[in-house]
């Protein structure tokens, strides 16, 4: 667990955050801490701690519009496995952990003034530890879609539910689903 707790600083500084500038409370770029349940439909369901970085590298497509640069990091343990829902003997508990680290595009979708969808695809590398989730293979596509809220004081949070497969390019592909609550504050 330790370990974990490095990665998540070290990713943290790693990620220059620009948020002092004004710009970005209005372009919506910056760091979002997330916290959930990776792999909520199956056993090996797992806690998930993740940064998100918004940039602020646009990309014009067409049909598409206007596409922004992200970068995630998410973090993921089951420690005895506490969020089992059948009763194991203590003999059968056992520590998962993973790790995903993915790039990729986000289109904004305002709603209203407060209320904004972002729809996301990313590709990135996941890897497990100890009895952690096997996906597969290392290299896994993520479809993420999110519902924010930003408060008058800019405060922003909102809910992700996401989708990470390896398109069944590995020897297996059992996917995972994913919802996170996520939640940034501008100075």
Not at 130 to 156: C, T, V, Y
């Amino acid at each position: 667990m330790k370990i974990f707790i490095k990665i998540f600083f070290l990713a943290i500084f790693i990620f220059p955050n620009s948020n002092a500038d004004a710009n970005n409370i209005m372009n919506d770029t910056g760091k979002f801490i997330k916290f959930g349940v990776f792999d909520f439909k199956h056993q090996t369901d797992m806690f998930a701690l993740g940064v998100k970085k918004v940039t602020n590298n646009n990309i014009e497509l067409p049909y598409l519009g206007e596409l922004t640069q992200i970068y995630d990091l998410i973090l993921m343990t089951d420690l005895d496995e506490s969020l089992t829902h059948d009763n194991q003997s203590d003999t059968n508990k056992r520590e998962e952990y993973g790790i995903y680290f993915s790039s990729g595009l986000q289109k904004k979708l305002d709603l209203s003034e407060k209320l904004f969808f972002l729809p996301s695809f990313s590709i990135g590398f996941y890897n497990e530890f100890d009895q952690g989730k096997d996906m597969g293979f290392p290299i896994e596509f993520k479809s993420e879609i999110e519902l924010n809220f930003k408060s008058s004081n800019n405060f922003i949070y909102g809910v992700t539910y996401s989708h990470i497969s390896n398109a069944d390019i590995g020897s297996k592909n059992p996917g995972s689903d994913s919802i996170l609550i996520g939640f940034r504050y501008n100075k």
